[in-house]
């Protein structure tokens, strides 16, 4: 499954992962999206697929944090829209883009390539 369960146990939860479930109950419960959402998967990263019918290019954000995606309408926007989504593994903002065509937002997100964090000890 795409996305990361909203419940975690409380020793191992941090402020930030209460944060992201309570902001996934609260996109599912007001700001239905699942119905206009196609997401595919491959090994350089993912393509997601919104219906945004009736909102403008200029009233329309995308935010990326890490592993979480944000999209949402400015508070002036004649139509409103908001939804996060949590992925697998972090998104590379620099290498993905957005495009909204006919009502339809367009997320291609790249995988960040881990960062191996060894280092080499040279024996004496």
Not at 14 to 20: A, E
Not at 70 to 74: G, K
Not at 120 to 124: H, T
């Given at each position: 499954?795409?996305?990361a369960p909203a419940i975690r146990s409380a020793a191992l939860a941090?402020?930030?992962?209460?944060?992201?479930g309570f902001e996934r109950f609260v996109n599912d419960a007001f700001?239905?999206?699942?119905?206009?959402?196609?997401?595919?998967?491959t090994e350089q990263g993912w393509t997601l697929?919104?219906?945004v019918p009736g909102i403008a290019r200029e009233d329309l954000g995308v935010g990326i944090e890490g592993q979480v995606v944000?999209?949402?309408?400015?508070p002036e926007a004649k139509r409103q829209y908001k939804a996060?989504?949590?992925?697998?593994?972090?998104i590379d903002a620099a290498a993905s883009e957005a495009k909204l065509e006919h009502g339809?937002?367009?997320l291609k997100l790249a995988r960040l390539a881990p960062v191996s964090k060894v280092t080499?000890?040279?024996?004496?």
């Open positions: 499954m795409l996305f941090s402020p930030r992962s209460f944060d992201r700001f239905p999206t699942a119905r206009g959402v196609q997401v595919e998967s697929s919104l219906d944000r999209i949402e309408t400015r996060a989504y949590e992925l697998p593994q972090e339809v937002l367009t080499q000890l040279s024996i004496g």
